[in-house]
């Protein structure tokens, strides 16, 4: 086990004890912290004993402790994968070069807004999903839910370490400011988009961390390659965490499909009115939840082509989804990569300079991964005998960033004008009425082992836990 | 004669549970599983079942092992091809059923070690304790044997350590494990099946005993363990009972044998560093893990590698009912610090560990908030409650809220307790 030091007010596998400076200014930092959980973080828990995993160390029989935690006195530590003494960067301009242990001057005002940016994603989910405890559908789902969250917390920290570690008074002042944009306010919004839209209901929370925390995989998968050691060993640990999020989400949508499956077949009904009618969630609406949230996630890789990522790339800054793992040159200066355009009023491909679309790149890998669930979840209707299969949609469709943000498209890939736009909308994304259709099913059931009408039982408890375990208790 | 077929469990991934997340490839030491765009797979002929990615796994999907014939273990190629788990395969008739690839690794967590272990006797209470051992613990050996694989043990010694005129019968049992593999570390338990059979002709579940030799043995560098049984004559209300187990420990002769499975426990455990200090509370058999313990400190003092404090509350109703009393009392003062809690004394008031722990409590209060020191308990179901009474008490009075003191012992594997 490396060397965690139990004896002090921040858990950590980074030797912050030998390093007076870094320390007062995390525990200058904390307090803010914990009262912006207080403030921001999930609504009426902060005295609940909440069954959760805590890391104790990074290896695999130190990281995965179960215990009644309250919340606030959850180990937010600073765990960084054990460091590999000669590793070497691997792609770009500085192939075969030992990993940076510092940050180069070079490199820093780079370095520090990829961090930046990734870590206000994490509070942000946190504060995107603070209410959704108030209508948990039973206590195994509410004691993952607030699994997410402290996770989410902890990346928060780990972040927040390398801003204080590395990047001197400027990562001091942009760690204070991550807690002070709040997701969705008017003056100071979250960096990202998706990251502003509200989490109202458990469908779009199940949704929103099979697709959106899904593209924290990728994007810390990206990271996990850098050359900038610190950054790569931080990213690689938070990706074991990130796991249990999409498991919620794959997880969470299956059960929803089971339990609308198993209704339709007692009542022998396809049609939508009469399911809801029974209080389960039809499947048209399912797919416009999915529409949405696959859409609105994708635009989080940014723009198709992009320059930043060309030079985060050449600098050895950010890599791609299992750089170690491809066979090309890690270079890519000679390589082309094909993106889609809109032409006389059509999509077509046009191959564009492999550095400058590797935004596109890592989206292409994000929808392969994400398309694969999707068949899973198919898999649940399949096996229930139900006809209705669930798709995503097409790229470019609901675009806000990027060439596609302008136009028109429809799931199919069909170019619209604006008009046939319109007039189909509704079938697309959720509209107001599926969305206070959801909300009307939304109420807290806390009885162990009990579980509201709209989802099934998960097939298996936490921690070989038996269903029926009280996860959560109140006091 | 045929070459007698043989089944075994093979580790599968569930495929419909898995979210092919990647974290047990990223996870297994030795490259074991594998993946295609449809499914993660683990290879059967590499894996060598030592658990570590099964915490790590979100879904739960990994923890799988299926019965199959062994000439018919299944190939990546056919599991990349799955869309869930096959059936257990039908042993053939004769079949010898091989479990020996159990878990050997420390699990993630208590409840998980027990699952498999369902029918023991009786489980400790350790709740009011950590569910994690102090970070410095060496890595614990549990689930070696299981009802499926118990092992065979010889009695080498068997000898009563209460004085012979107490109503307290306790034996010191010596059990030597030959050539089978023990490797046990101080406050672990195994568990033992008593002989006979019960009224219904069912054997009897097996009851567990805490390991009172340190991890080298009863006898250094030898193969053996030793275990501190009371015989139990009345059950916890009075009433004359005679214990199924304890009697048939206490009664047994050397190189009689017993069948025993084990090791359990993964946070009962001792801190791993020269300058760390113990404080062990126990009654009657309570000892036995703080035998072991205090030994180990013992034999790593011999040889100047153990420079921490040790302290010790011993409760009883005499002297003459402490076990290891003898023992006990030749170990130099400045090596461990013994208090005695003793309740029938002729003259005396009533004195019970938690009365004796409020008296030393400036002592006890330093090495509380000494983040070296570990907090052991162990003895009688119901001791805990005084027990933690009389720490709530120090704490608070020095100004401390004990909630936090006991969160924050908690969190850091630093206390622990373990009765029964
Ligand atoms: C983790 C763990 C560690 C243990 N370590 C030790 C140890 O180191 N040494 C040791 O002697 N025991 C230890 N025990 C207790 C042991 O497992 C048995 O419970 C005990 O030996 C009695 O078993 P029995 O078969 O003789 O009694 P049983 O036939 O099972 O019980 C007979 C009756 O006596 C009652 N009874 C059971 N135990 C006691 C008792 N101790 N005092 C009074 N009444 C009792 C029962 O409730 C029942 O009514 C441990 C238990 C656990 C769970
Ligand atoms: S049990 Fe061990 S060897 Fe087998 S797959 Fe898991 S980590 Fe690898
Ligand atoms: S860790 Fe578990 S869920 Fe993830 S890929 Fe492995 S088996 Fe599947």
């Known amino acids: 086990m490396s060397g965690i030091n139990y004896s002090e007010k921040i858990p950590n596998n980074v030797n912050l004890s030998s390093d007076r400076t870094l320390q007062r200014a995390l525990e200058h930092w904390q307090p803010n912290y914990l009262q912006w959980w207080q403030d921001m973080g999930p609504e009426a828990s902060q005295e609940l004993d909440v069954y959760l995993r805590t890391a104790v160390s990074v290896d695999p029989s130190g990281w995965a402790h179960f215990d009644y935690v309250k919340m606030p006195d959850y180990r937010w530590g600073i765990f960084l994968a054990p460091q590999d003494g000669d590793r070497k960067i691997h792609f770009g301009e500085h192939l075969g070069e030992a990993a940076w242990q510092d940050a180069p001057g070079e490199h820093r005002a780079n370095l520090r807004r990829i961090i930046v940016t990734q870590g206000d994603t994490e509070p942000a989910s946190v504060e995107q999903q603070r209410h959704l405890g108030l209508t948990a559908p039973s206590l195994y789902d509410l004691r993952n839910l607030f699994q997410v969250n402290v996770e989410e917390g902890r990346h928060l920290w780990a972040m927040v370490y390398l801003l204080h570690r590395y990047f001197g008074r400027d990562g001091r002042e942009e760690a204070d400011a991550l807690l002070q944009r709040h997701s969705g306010s008017e003056d100071s919004p979250r960096i990202l988009g998706a990251f502003n839209e509200k989490t109202p209901d458990w469908l779009a929370f199940y949704m929103f961390t099979y697709f959106t925390d899904r593209d924290g995989k990728f994007q810390l998968s990206a990271l996990s390659e850098s050359a900038f050691d610190p950054l790569a060993r931080t990213t690689k640990f938070m990706l074991t965490e990130e796991a249990h999020h999409m498991f919620v989400g794959e997880s969470g949508v299956s059960r929803v499909l089971q339990r609308t499956a198993q209704v339709m077949n007692e009542l022998k009904t396809t049609d939508p009115e009469a399911i809801r009618k029974a209080g389960v969630i039809d499947l048209p609406t399912i797919q416009r939840y999915l529409n949405f949230h696959y859409s609105v996630t994708i635009d989080l890789f940014g723009a198709d082509q992009s320059s930043n990522a060309a030079i985060f790339y050449s600098a050895g800054l950010k890599g791609r989804h299992e750089e170690g793992k491809r066979t090309d040159d890690h270079l890519l200066k000679n390589d082309t990569y094909p993106i889609l355009e809109v032409h006389n009023g059509e999509l077509r491909e046009i191959q564009v300079p492999m550095l400058n679309a590797l935004n596109e790149v890592l989206r292409d890998d994000y929808i392969r991964d994400s398309v694969a669930g999707v068949n899973r979840w198919n898999k649940v209707l399949e096996k229930a005998g139900i006809d209705f299969r669930l798709t995503v949609p097409h790229k470019a469709f609901n675009r806000r960033i990027g060439t596609l943000s302008g136009i028109r498209v429809s799931p199919d890939g069909t170019v619209l004008t604006e008009e046939q736009w319109n007039a189909n909308v509704d079938k697309w994304l959720p509209t107001e009425e599926d969305r206070a259709y959801v909300a009307s099913l939304m109420g807290r059931v806390v009885e162990p082992g009990k579980f509201a009408n709209w989802i099934a039982p998960p097939p298996m408890g936490i921690n070989r836990q038996p269903i029926d375990f009280e996860y959560v208790r109140f006091n | ?420």
């Open chain 2, 1 to 420: 004669m045929t070459t007698a077929t043989t089944v075994m469990k093979q580790h599968l991934i569930d495929p419909e549970i898995c979210i092919r997340c990647n974290t047990c490839e990223e996870t297994c030491p030795i490259d074991a599983i594998t993946h295609d765009s449809n499914n993660y797979v683990v290879d059967a002929s590499i894996c060598n079942d030592c658990m570590a990615c099964v915490p790590p796994c979100p879904t739960g999907a990994i923890d799988n092992w299926i019965q199959v014939v062994s000439d018919n273990a299944y190939s990546i190629e056919e599991q990349f091809t799955w869309d869930e788990l096959p059936e257990p395969q039908e042993a053939p008739e004769g079949a010898e059923v091989v479990e020996a690839k159990a878990p050997a690794a420390p699990t993630a967590s208590e409840a998980q070690e027990q699952e498999g272990d369902q029918d023991l006797e009786n489980k400790p209470f350790t709740a009011a304790g950590a569910s994690i051992p102090p970070w410095s613990a060496a890595h614990p050996y549990t689930n070696l044997y299981t009802h499926k694989n118990p092992v065979t043990a010889t009695v080498v010694g068997n000898y009563r350590v209460t004085d012979s005129d107490t109503d307290s019968d306790i034996h010191h049992i010596v059990l030597d494990m030959g050539d089978t593999p023990m490797p046990l570390l101080e406050g672990q338990s195994i568990a033992i099946f008593p002989a006979g059979e019960d009224e219904n002709g069912r054997s009897y579940h097996a009851r567990q005993y805490s390991i009172a030799s340190p991890r080298d043995g009863e006898r250094p560098g030898y193969n053996n363990l030793s275990i501190t049984v009371k015989r139990v004559v009345e059950d916890h209300d009075g009433k004359p009972v005679k214990g199924v187990c304890s009697n048939y420990l206490c009664d047994l002769q050397k190189n009689d044998s017993v069948k025993l499975i084990g090791p359990y426990g993964n946070s009962f455990l001792m801190p791993n560093l020269p300058d760390s200090n113990l404080v062990m509370i126990c009654t009657g058999t309570g000892a036995a893990p703080m035998r072991a313990m205090t030994e180990h400190c013992r034999r790593l003092n011999k040889e100047g590698k153990y420079r921490g404090k040790l302290m010790l509350f011993f409760g009883a109703r005499s002297e003459r009912e402490l076990p290891y009393f003898g023992p006990l009392m030749n170990l130099p003062k400045d090596f461990i610090d013994i208090n005695l809690a003793l309740s029938r004394q002729a003259d005396r008031p009533k004195k019970y560990v938690q009365d004796v722990i409020r008296e030393r409590a400036s002592d006890v209060l330093a090495l509380i908030n000494d983040s070296k020191t570990c907090i052991y308990v162990c003895g009688l179901k119901g001791m805990e409650e005084g027990v933690l009474a009389a720490l709530k008490d120090i704490v608070t009075e020095s100004g401390k809220k004990w909630e936090d003191v006991h969160a924050q012992l908690k969190t850091q594997g630093r206390l622990h307790f373990e009765t029964y």
